[in-house]
């Protein structure tokens, strides 16, 4: 099993509607759950991060945390054809004091289609 | 205020050589990670440097090293490239110590080996 796994896509979706990018992790112990945005040929830029069950909301991003069902996930609201990207999901795992070790998913592959 | 900066850009060296990577973290940050990605695939997590330490290393030959600056850059080493170290090579920084710090990355080098 892998330690952070996401569906890898393509993820079609019309513009403006919402796009609904998934990611479930092994570690139960694990504290800190990030999203990063990746286009092609650039480097991650996180766009959310969530410490805490429930609902995290920033702009047209909510991510959502349920640590009992080890599953975290990103909607984007009003799909925009800039959002067209691939996702990554980063974990941070239980460790020793100061570990900052991230454990990423293998992304999903958006489009979002004018 | 600059973020994290990575040189060189882009870089082409032959099997068998040796290259050295070099990330400046972003202000106030005093904690650098390195990441290898992969055409395809998410970062995965080479080392980690705080206090001029190596304090974390994920699964990575010996070949790999670094080394972190009292200013708190750093530097990635990699000994006798082989083909399959072509990649992205990522640089992250955050604030060290406890807690659910976000990490920022530089703009990456992709580094091909001929």
């Known amino acids: 099993q892998k330690e952070v796994e996401q569906n890898s896509g393509p993820l079609s979706v019309p513009e403006g509607a919402i796009a609904s990018l998934n990611c479930t992790y092994s570690?139960?112990?694990?504290?800190?759950f990030f999203w990063y945005r990746q286009y092609s040929g650039k480097s991650p830029e996180l766009i959310m991060s969530?410490?805490?069950?429930g609902d995290k909301e920033d702009g047209r991003f909510t991510a959502q945390l349920n640590k009992a069902s080890q599953y975290v996930s990103l909607l984007i609201r009003d799909s925009q054809p800039s959002d067209s990207a691939t996702y990554l999901c980063?974990?941070?795992?239980?460790?020793?004091?100061?570990?900052?070790?991230?454990?990423f998913g293998q992304g999903t592959r958006l489009t979002i289609n004018p | 205020d600059a973020g994290v900066t990575q040189s060189p850009t882009h870089l082409i060296k032959t099997r068998g050589q040796q290259v050295t990577l070099r990330c400046s973290p972003k202000s106030g940050h005093d904690t650098v990670s390195w990441y290898q990605q992969a055409l395809g695939q998410g970062p995965q997590f080479i080392f980690q440097?705080?206090?001029?330490?190596?304090?974390q290393r994920g699964n990575f030959p010996d070949r790999f090293s670094g080394h972190q600056f009292p200013n708190y850059s750093s530097e990635l080493n990699v000994n006798a490239l082989l083909l399959g170290d072509s990649a992205l090579y990522l640089c992250?920084?955050?604030?060290?110590?406890?807690?659910?710090?976000?990490?920022?990355f530089g703009q990456g080098t992709r580094l091909t080996v001929v």
């Open positions: 992250a920084s955050r604030l060290g110590g406890q807690g659910a710090n976000e990490a920022f």
């Open positions: 980063a974990v941070r795992p239980r460790g020793f004091q100061g570990a900052q070790k991230l454990v």
């Open positions: 440097y705080y206090e001029e330490e190596e304090r």
């Open positions: 570690d139960r112990g694990s504290q800190s």
């Open positions: 969530i410490y805490s069950n």
